[in-house]
């Protein structure tokens, strides 16, 4: 919160009667008017001010059938602050969409940049951004990591909690390519891993449909 208290005074001499007054649509109490005992000169009062007191403020001097105005912008400066609520973790099926969503107060209005793993995303042909939302369009194993959103102005800047963000669905990260071609006596060695589940994963190999039984080791 921002701590400013200023006066905005106005003055008619032509009928003491007629009122000097503010027009206010919104008063706060943050706001206060205190108007002279002839009427003729009206104080506005800011104290405390928050970001919701920023806006267009007139003052206005009726005297019968002629009136003035004066009308002025109070711009109210703060750092960013995230409303939203970012869950600890999040788990959706594989292929499935899903939407991050960062709403954050502060002005100027503050700018949302997201992260992966700490890195910086980008929009993508699966991956779309707008202010304050991030949008997969279809979920693959390597959307799982942990997601955050850093919202920024010229006054501050602010980070979110961390989402840890799990793709559920067997898929594989490493795996043989379609075709290997080789010449007799070369040696080969071929990759194969998975993951998408919480539970353990287990793979086998298979030659023309039938189950290799090469015991397994331990990588060295």
Known sequence: MLNLCFEVGAYTTLFPEDPV???????????????????????????????????????????????????????????????????????VLLGDPHTFICNATGYPAPDITWYKDGLEMMSSARVEMSPGVLHIIHTEGLDSGNYSC????????????????????????????????LSKGDSMILNCSAAGSKFEIVIQWFKDSVKIKTPCVEPG
Not at 152 to 178: C, H, R
């Open 21 to 91: 007054t503010f027009n206010i649509t919104d008063v706060r109490p943050s706001i206060t008017q205190v108007t002279g005992p002839d009427y003729s000169c009206s104080e506005l009062s800011f104290t405390s001010v928050t970001v919701s007191d920023h806006g267009l403020y007139e003052c206005r001097a009726n005297q019968r059938t002629v009136s003035k105005s004066r009308m002025f912008e109070l711009v109210i400066s703060a750092p960013p602050a995230i409303t939203s609520s970012h869950p600890s973790d999040v788990t």
């Open 150 to 181: 850093h919202a920024s102005n010229s006054v501050g800047q602010v980070d979110s909690t961390v989402t840890e963000f799990f793709v559920q669905g067997l898929y594989f990260t490493k795996q043989p390519p379609a075709a290997v071609f």
